[in-house]
Structures are given as structure tokens and as C-alpha cells.
């Protein structure tokens, strides 16, 4: 019985290990070419202001339309990384443009010892004179 046990705990920590790291199996041509909608990565880089406009990243309280679209802003667009951040909260959270933006913001805040109010978390930390 403790076999059988054994035996079925390893191919379940097989089967998680095979779907957390997925992305990084190596796939034939082949086999890509028949799978369906097989990406090799879950992010494509947004690289302009139209195009992040439209995945989504914008909102009436940040508005990349107006304010960069149709002013004729010359910059590339927005941070990548910080992009590729908000719209992962946004798949993984299913919350709107502005809320992961705010959570992107209080986990900035956290990792940098702040709390989301903006008062430091050091107890050492000298706030009022």
C-alpha cells in the first residue's frame, strides 16, 4: 500500500513540476506547429503608447490616449517591465487597470520598507522634528 502511495505522490510532484515549468521545456517545431495558441512566452513587449492603449493600459484616471497618443508624444511608451508587472496582476488577480496599478505601487512600497500610507517601517526612521 505504501508503495502504491509512493509511487502516485511521485507522478503528482512529476505532473506540478512539468506544469509550473512549462515554459521552459524545450518543444520540437513539430509538436509546436500542431499545438494550438502555443506561445514560447506568456509577455510580447508592448513597445508604443497605441499599442499598450490597446492591451488595456489605460484608464480615465490615467489616460495614455490623451495625454500621449493624441499630443503626438515621441517616447517610446511605457516601462516594460513595469507593463509586463501590471498586466500579470491583472490576468492573476482579475482586477481592473487602476487596482493593479495601485497593488504594483503598495508592493513597490513594501520591497522598499513603506508602508502603503508612505510612512517608513524602520523604527529608526526620524518623521517628525
Given at each position: 500500500m505504501l508503495f502504491y502511495v509512493s509511487i502516485l505522490a511521485s507522478v503528482a510532484l512529476s505532473l506540478m513540476l512539468l506544469y509550473r515549468y512549462r515554459a521552459h521545456l524545450p518543444v520540437p517545431d513539430?509538436?509546436?506547429?500542431?499545438?494550438?495558441?502555443?506561445?514560447?512566452?506568456?509577455?510580447?513587449?508592448?513597445?508604443?503608447?497605441?499599442?499598450?492603449?490597446?492591451?488595456g493600459m489605460t484608464s480615465s484616471t490615467f489616460d495614455i490616449e490623451?495625454?500621449?497618443?493624441?499630443?503626438?508624444d515621441s517616447r517610446v511608451g511605457l516601462d516594460e517591465r513595469g507593463t509586463q508587472e501590471v498586466m500579470e496582476i491583472m490576468r492573476r488577480e482579475n482586477v481592473n487597470f487602476d487596482q493593479a496599478r495601485l497593488i504594483r505601487h503598495h508592493r513597490y512600497l513594501a520591497a522598499n520598507g513603506i508602508d502603503p500610507s508612505g510612512m517608513p517601517l524602520d523604527a529608526k526612521a526620524v518623521t517628525r522634528l
Open positions: 513539430r509538436l509546436r506547429a500542431i499545438i494550438p495558441n502555443y506561445h514560447r512566452e506568456n509577455y510580447a513587449p508592448l513597445s508604443t503608447f497605441a499599442d499598450q492603449a490597446v492591451a490623451a495625454d500621449n497618443i493624441f499630443q503626438g
